[in-house]
């Protein structure tokens, strides 16, 4: 069964960091598009930060650009999402997602994560 794994998430005060994990079974990420979303209450999905299969080319949205870092442990299988400098407005559902194609820059993914909630308050 093809299966994406989140973990990591939780309550930290703004500047603080956090690290999502998602482990894959079933498939073997290397060979994947990966990505990283979220949603916020009321708000619709939004690309976080994603790696394209075809040349390994990142994206990060402009509200993550030097705080987050994507990347993924090809011996354990699993992406993560290093984030830092945390700040309310980041607070939401965090998935993260596999893809068959070679361009990350898209909505739709083969594969999803359950999310994950990050919550960042004081």
């Known amino acids: 069964q093809l299966q994406l794994v989140e973990s990591g998430g939780g309550l930290v005060q703004p500047g603080g960091s956090l690290r999502l994990s998602c482990a894959a079974s079933g498939f073997t990420l290397d060979y994947y598009t990966i990505g990283w979303f979220r949603q916020a209450p009321g708000k619709e999905r939004e690309r976080v930060s994603c790696?394209?299969?075809?040349?390994?080319?990142?994206y990060y949205a402009d509200s993550v650009k030097g705080r987050f870092t994507i990347s993924r442990d090809s011996a354990k299988n699993t992406m993560y999402l290093q984030m830092n400098s945390l700040k309310p407005e980041h607070t939401a559902v965090y998935y993260c997602?596999?893809?068959?194609?070679?361009?990350?820059?898209?909505?739709?993914?083969?594969?999803w994560g359950q999310g994950t909630q990050v919550t960042v308050s004081s």
């Open positions: 997602a596999a893809d068959r194609g070679d361009w990350c820059r898209k909505r739709n993914y083969n594969y």
């Open positions: 790696i394209s299969s075809s040349d390994d080319s990142t």
